[in-house]
């Protein structure tokens, strides 16, 4: 879905609207080879809520999305998958 906005000459010029996740889908995706697949899309779930991204492949890839590799247990452990 597009927006309009108006230049200096006045022809509209298409806005383009913030891009939202399927935390559902691309928890599943990440999860997929997790020996604990429902923890695993729990955890990735409320991360995902959270920071509105989820890294590439089942696992690492954290600098893709800092929000994600920031957040933590309070045990200070990872709190995201």
């Given at each position: 879905?597009?927006?309009?906005?108006?230049?200096?000459i006045g022809a509209p010029t298409p806005t383009p609207l913030?891009?939202?996740i399927d935390c559902g889908l691309e928890c599943e995706r990440r999860c997929k080879l997790s020996?604990?697949?429902n923890l695993c899309?729990?955890?990735c779930g409320s991360c995902c809520k959270v920071c509105k991204?989820?890294?590439e492949g089942t696992s690492g890839h954290?600098?893709?999305?800092?929000c994600y590799k920031s957040l933590t247990?309070?045990?200070q452990f990872h709190k995201c998958p």
């Open positions: 879905m597009m927006t309009m906005s108006t230049t200096n913030p891009q939202t020996s604990r697949p899309k729990r955890a991204c989820v890294p954290h600098d893709s999305c800092p247990t309070r045990h």
